[in-house]
Structures are given as C-alpha cells and as structure tokens.
C-alpha cells in the first residue's frame, strides 16, 4: 500500500513539473506549427537565472517569478527577430532552434561554468510532510500546487478571456483565424513568450529537486516531446494529462521494470502515434 | 577559368613541394613524443573534463614538457561522453595524430570499447577509468589501467563490518553500467563473505532524471545503503534523498564518487556525514604530495579543489613518464614500451600515495575511507577516517580462484537475500 501511494505521488508531482516544460511547447507547437528544441533549453537557463537571483535577492518565489520573466523576454526576441523571418520554413525554423539549443549552452558555460550546482528551496517549505503515516517530500507538494494554479490560470485565459479565443482560434486554423481579424503576428509573439515564460518557471521550480547542471534540457526534452504527442497538440486538456500519464508510466514503471525505463516512457507514445496521431485531445490533421 | 586553372596548379605544385621539403619527424630523427589525451569536455560531464585538463596543465608545471630528452606534445579529444565517439577519437589520436600512447576515457564503459584498439593498432592505451575485467579476464596486450572499480570497494565492505556490526542488511544503488555493477559487486562479494546481507539491488540510468520512483521501492526492513553515483547522479540523488526524509533511516556508505569535489560544494548539507571509499583521500588529506598538487591544481581551475578524476589523470601522467624515463625515451618500440607500463612503481609524488604495477595491468593503490565534514567557514570536505594500503584488485583473495568467478556483473554475485 505504502508503495501505490508513494509512486502515485511521485508520478504526480513529476508530471506536475513536467506539464509546466511541456505545456510552453504544446502551445507553440499547436499555434504556430513550429518544433522548438531549445525549449529544453529555455527551462534549463531559467534555472541558472533563478538562481542568480534567488542569490541576490534570497527570496525564492522572486526568482522563480524572475527567472520566468527573462526566458519570457529571451523567447519573445527570438520569435521576433529570428523565427517570424523563416515562417514557413518548417526545416529551417527546426534549424535556428537547434542553433539556439547550442548558443545558449554556450553562454551557460561561459557565465555559470560547467560546475554544477544545487539551488536550495525555501525553509518554509523545506520538511517532510507525514499525511495519514505516508511521508511526502512537502517541495514536492509545492510543485504541485504551482503547477494546478498555472492549469487553472491558462483555463481562464483560454476561456475566459477575448485574447484566449484568439488564440485558441490560432490553433484550431490560422488562416481561418486572420481571415477573422485575429492579428496572428501578435498571437505568436504572445504564445512564443508565455510558452518560454513556463519553460522557466519550471526551470526555477526544478532547480531544488533535478539540480543545476549542464546537458540537463537535452535529458528533459524528450519528456515534453511524449507529452505534446500523448496530449495533441496546443491541447489544455491534453497537456495536463499526458503529462500525468508520463509522471505515473515513468513512475511505474521504473518502480516495476527498472531496465525498461526508458520502453515503458516511450510505449505510450508509440501507441497513440499508431492508433490516434492527433494525440488524446489534439484536432485531426 | 585559365587563369583560375593556372592559379590551382601553382597551388597545386606548392603543396606537393611544401610535402616534400618539410622537416619530417618519425623515428630517424626522433621528433616529439606524443601522448593523447580523452576526455568529456562538453555534454553532461564537461565539469570532469575541466577538472581533468586542469591537472593535465598541473602536471605539466610540475614534470615538464621533455621526458627522458624528448620534448612531449598533448593532444586532447572531446568524447562528449558518448562511447562510440570515444572509439572515434581514440583512433583518430593513434591513425591521426600518431600518439605514442592514448591515456583516458571517463567511463568504464568507454573503458571496455576503446581497449581492443590498443591490440589492433599496437599502440599502448592507458584506460584512465576502472573497467574491471580489462585486468582481469579480458586482457589485452596494449591495455594498462589505473584502477578496477570494485577495487576500493572490497575495503568499503570490510570497513562496514568492522566498524558498524549492527549494519546487517543492505540496499545496493547504482548507476546502470559496468561501473555501477562492477563497484556494487565488489562490496557485495566482500560484505556477504564477512556475514552481512544484501537485501535489495537498484540500478538506475545514468541520466535518470528523477529519482523519486527509486527511492520509493527502498526497503524499509534495511538498516543500511550502499550507494554508487556517477556523474550527474552525484548533485540529483542526494537531494531528492534527503528530501524523501531518508537520512537517518539508513546508514549509507558508498562510492568515492558520490562525493567527489566537482559536486561536493554544490552538494551542500545533504552528503554531510556520507561515508565513501576510493583510491584518492580529497583534496584535504593534508600528505605533502597531495597537497603540493593540489596548490598547483587550483592555479588552473579558478581556486576549485581537484577531486578523484583530477588526481586519476594527473596520476596516470606521472606513471606515463615514468615508463617512459625507464626505456630511455625509445616510445617507437611499442612493445618495450608496453612492457615498461606493465611494471611501473611509483612511490613519490602521487597525490594518493604508492602506485604499483600488479602484473595483470592493474596497480595496487592506497584506500581511503572518507566522511564528509564541514570546516569552520563553512565548507564541506573530506576527512579520512582509515587508509588501506597497498590493495590489489583480488582484495584478499587468492587471484586464480578471484578469476574463476565472472566478472562482477548485474546478476552477479547473485542476490541471495532479495527474497
């Protein structure tokens, strides 16, 4: 019993910081039909910025709002200046992702150093919560709540508000959607830096539990590539419980096959890539 | 276009002369000796890469750049941590560069893959990591290495039951490659001759990302853990335990690289009081090599302490030049060459004491069983808590019969009390 439950939270606080990476890229993909491989890379740098700041200023929650910012701003100019140039170009916007990827390593290396480092969480939310004789790491627990308030956020603006259908119009037919006076150009810049935006948050929340180190978003990136395949693409709906289902099929399955790990993360994808392309909540292509 | 023609020609004609009128080396006039050098210089390990070419430039300040009368020249390579490219630039060192000898390779498993190049080519690979059989059952005639990674590991488990009896029942973690299984299976063979059981054995990917579905599945009927971590592992698994509220449920004991100085700062508080085995002491065991070396490593690594993959590069260095003083600088002879690897002593100047040649291509080193402390400013380092000197690879045990059992492996010694 002790077991179910400890791996059922374990998937889903891992899914929970997964949903914030993957649903940046689900959104970008679905509205602009663009792949963005540094988008790995985006979490991995908001980390080191949420870092510097939490360095500087020692308050957590400013670095993790912080460090979400400068991605944020880091993604709107890359949109702006780079990718609405090669709109179209599928392979060569890929291309300029990629190209992204190894810049800002680059840079890492060349403002943090390759020594690896620790962030550390906040007292306050620095125990080990014991609920019902079940002990759960409580930073777990925040991760959680972080990322259902981000969920329930972007529901509302999804919903709720005028520049949500916009966008939600983006996905569902671009031209359909600027043939409706949606000014598309502005959508994407606004999608690509909410997108990015989430990559950093993530990154600053995961600082204190994966750690600081070089290489890390090219290990993490594949997760959110199963999530936006599993969850179809610019899917709400989609992202959250895809991300879920990897959290706990990654769970599980290391808990039940360790030496499959990687078969049992990859299995689901696979499978809905031969029964339902689309992905579990994605429009038909 | 004739002219473009004429032009290509005249470029042509110069090349083929610039050939044949360079000073050419080779053994008539016996140029430079090189030596290459493999390591991770970018992707997850570009931090180990780093510390290593810092003591590759530590060594050169204490040791020169001329051995035995001739000058040496260094070659690095970047394997990015990926075996194959590791066999790549291997061969790229020897066929390209013309290395007398190639020294390196982060992994046990880049170990295993470039050692047949040594064989093939006739030229002598130095395998800087620790993949057990290469001295053991699969030997190879080209092949020296520094370490066998169950090496320090064997003493790791005697230590255990020798100074905490009361820890009966233990948890094996590892990362799942050779050096995980090779490491854990030295400590299980000796913990379990010595009357402990291991109750549970866990091997993880190397770049697992979170490890929360590990620990859940520890057992809770154990008192103690025996913990290998490489590489990233190292900053990702000690948080993530300590958060699990694990750190007074088990006695945990493990790998010398669980601790290394590349992650120790970052590590912080949560490897406080970890114990580990492995051939070098830290950069605070306060031997006068060790700290000589460490003076002059810090030079090239902005104040950072060396760790073990520092210290293995640097000792392997040093070994290298020894061998090579011993045939008076003839490296073209191979052979001669090989043969001097093979039977190297050294008993000054190592940051990690004595190393002696054992005769299966492996050297018997000191052990040092350390725990992580923390000095009055704050900082966290190594105190050593017992030295094992002059360890082979068998530990105690008799080498024919040693090398009547496999290798230590996944499945192997079997574990008996995982019910």
Known sequence: MNFWITQLFNGFSYGALIFLLAMGLSLIFGVMQVINVTHGTYFLVGTYVGLTILMTTGNFYLAMLGGALVIALVGILIERFFLRRL??????????????????????????GPDPKLMAEPKSISFTANIGGFTFPSYRLFVIAVAAAVAAGLWLFENKTKFGS????????????????????RVFTVVFGLGAFLAGLGGVLSGPWLGLQYGLDLEILPYAFVVVIVGGMGSLKGAVLASLIVGLVDNFGKGFFPEFAYFTLFLPMAVILAVRPQGLFGRTL | ????????????????????????????????IRIGLLTSKTGVLAIHGAHQM??????????????????????????????????????????GDKAHIVMGGLFASTGYAIAPLGDQYQTPI???????????????????????????????????????????????????????????????????????????KIYAPINTVDYGPYIGQFRKDADGMFVTLAGPQALRFPKQYQQAGLR??????????????????????????WITAHIYG???????????FVTNFKKHLGGKDPGYYAEGYYGALVLIYKAIEAIKGDVENKAKFMEALGRTKVTEGMPAGPKVSDGYGNLN??????????????????????????????????????????????????????Q
């Open chain 1, 87 to 112: 709109r179209g170009n599928d392979l060569g916007q890929v291309l300029i992702t990629f190209g992204f990827v190894l810049l800002l390593q680059d840079a890492i290396l060349l403002i943090w």
């Open chain 1, 166 to 185: 916009a966008v939600r119009a983006a996905v569902d037919d671009v031209e359909m959607a600027s043939g409706m006076g949606v000014d598309v150009p």
């Open chain 2, 1 to 32: 276009m004739k002219r473009a023609l004429v032009g290509l020609s005249v470029l042509a004609a110069a090349l083929v002369l610039g050939l044949i009128l360079a000073p050419r080396g080779g053994a008539a006039e016996k140029g430079p």
């Open chain 2, 54 to 95: 810092a003591a590759t430039e530590a060594f050169k300040d204490k040791y020169g750049t001329t051995v035995a009368g001739r000058k040496v020249e260094f070659y690095a390579e970047d394997d990015q941590r990926k075996v194959p490219l590791g066999v790549t630039k291997v061969r790229k060192l020897i066929t």
């Open chain 2, 126 to 200: 130095f395998v800087w990591s620790c993949p057990d059989d290469l001295s053991q059952r699969k030997r190879f005639k080209f092949v020296v290495k520094y370490f066998s990674c169950s090496q320090p590991q064997h003493a790791m488990a005697h230590w255990l039951r020798q100074n905490k009896p009361q820890v009966k029942k233990v948890i094996i973690f590892g990362p799942d490659y050779a050096f995980g299984y090779e490491s854990s299976g030295g400590f299980q063979k000796v913990f379990e001759d010595m009357g402990g059981q291991v109750v549970q």
């Open chain 2, 248 to 273: 007074d449920k088990y006695v945990l004991v493990g790998n010398g690289t669980n601790t290394d100085e590349f992650a120790l700062a970052a590590q912080g508080e949560d490897v406080l009081g």
């Open chain 2, 282 to 292: 830290g950069a605070a065991y306060p031997s006068k090599d060790n700290q000589e």
């Open chain 2, 365 to 418: 080193t000191n052990v040092y069983i350390r725990d992580v402390r923390k000095d009055a400013s704050g900082k966290l380092y190594h105190h050593v808590l017992h030295v094992y000197e002059d360890v082979t690879q068998f530990w105690t045990y008799k080498p024919e019969e040693f090398l009547k059992q496999p290798v230590y492996e996944k499945d192997f010694p079997p574990c008996k009390f995982c």
